[in-house]
């Protein structure tokens, strides 16, 4: 079993910037990849970014150039580092695990972004 904790979220201005962490915990697991996942009031859940347990990472078109995904191995820990923030950016962000065999989930944290 893996627990994943969010944190980070909170409401900031258009133009400005947040990181997110998401902590990994359980006992034995391995990472095959980690993303961040974002839901906005009445909308699918879309997806961010990706980065691989060899720390490659891909990029929702929506957000390239303004979100950076990064990991800390030995903390089983990932980071967006999310700047230059628009309105639209506003929803509830979830980290993901795939450990190879199954998905694991956070309950989320969340971004709100004022115009």
């Known amino acids: 079993q893996v627990q994943l904790v969010e944190s980070g979220g909170g409401v900031v201005q258009a133009g400005g910037s947040l990181r997110l962490s998401c902590i990994a915990s359980?006992?034995?697991?391995?990472?095959?990849?980690m993303t961040w996942d974002r839901q906005a009031p009445g909308k699918q859940r879309e997806w961010v970014a990706t980065?691989?347990?060899?720390?490659?990472?891909t990029y929702a078109d929506s957000v390239k150039g303004r979100f950076t995904i990064s990991r800390e191995g030995s903390k089983n820990t990932i980071y967006l580092q999310m700047n230059s923030l628009k309105p639209e950016d506003t929803a509830v962000y979830s980290c993901?695990?795939?450990?190879?065999?199954?998905?694991?989930w956070g309950q989320g944290t969340q971004v709100t972004v004022s115009s």
């Open positions: 993901r695990l795939n450990n190879f065999f199954a998905d694991y």
């Open positions: 359980g006992r034995g697991f391995s990472i095959n990849y």
């Open positions: 980065i691989t347990g060899a720390d490659t990472t």
